[in-house]
């Protein structure tokens, strides 16, 4: 099974501040289709996971554009530039090129 | 407007079987797949399996010796069992469409010895 390793596990933020999560696979996410199938999502406390980011860099319909992906193969990263209050939480990458999918461990954003 | 909605027992004794439905509006399951995916208290998402729209299934390796996920279309319902619960099985389940952008709001579930 494909397994993502997720950095770093905590991070603390000022509401301004710009953050990066790192999502590094143990092999390539493209997909025979061409696409490449790493997804972010958002858990706020008390509530299901949310799709902030599908295929890398592709912004859900509603999420904030302060929200961005990128990387290739097995290196992916979100950012968030300028963190507001309702971002805290927990932020997951997940494949979806092979099965089965996995999940990051997980990255809890805290606001300082 | 699309919906989904895990419904099943929220008490569950160890070496049993948990049942699980997750019922869907909004769409037909015949053009999307749906993913079981659970969270133990405090730890992170675990995927479980994946039913997709053509039935065919995958599963979380660790749990495919006693996870099975079905679904009747006609209905729009898909089925999680999952048998030999031990108590670190206690979780929320929640179910998503395949593309993870509706998710239901989850049921916790406690296995107790």
């Known amino acids: 099974d494909v397994v993502l390793t997720q950095t770093p596990p905590t991070l603390s933020a000022t509401i301004g501040q710009s953050v990066s999560i790192s999502c590094r696979s143990s092999?390539?996410?493209?997909?025979?289709?061409?696409?490449?199938?790493l997804n972010w999502l958002l858990q706020r406390p008390g509530q299901s996971p949310q799709l902030l980011i599908y295929?890398?860099?592709n912004l859900e319909s509603g999420v904030p554009n302060r929200f961005s992906g990128s990387g290739s193969e097995t290196d992916f990263t979100l950012k968030i530039s300028g963190v507001e209050a309702e971002d805290l939480g927990l932020y997951y990458c997940m494949q979806a090129t092979h099965a089965p999918f996995t999940f990051g461990s997980g990255t809890k954003l805290e606001i300082k | 407007q699309v919906q989904l909605r895990e419904s099943g027992p929220v008490l569950v004794q160890a070496s049993e079987t948990l049942s699980l439905t997750c019922t869907v509006s909004g769409f037909s399951l015949t053009n999307f797949g749906v993913i079981w995916v659970r969270q133990p208290p405090g730890k992170g998402l675990e995927w479980m399996g994946i039913?997709?729209?053509?039935?065919?299934?995958d599963y979380n390796s660790a749990l495919k010796s006693r996870l099975s996920i079905n679904r009747d279309t006609s209905k729009s319902q898909v089925f999680l069992k999952m048998n030999s619960l031990q108590t670190d099985d206690t979780a929320i389940y929640y179910c998503?469409?395949?593309?993870?952008?509706?998710w239901g709001q989850g049921v916790m579930v406690t296995v107790s010895s």
């Open positions: 295929s890398v860099s």
């Open positions: 998503t469409r395949d593309l993870g952008d509706y």
């Open positions: 039913i997709w729209r053509n039935g065919n299934t």
């Open positions: 092999q390539s996410l493209l997909d025979s289709d061409g696409d490449t199938y």
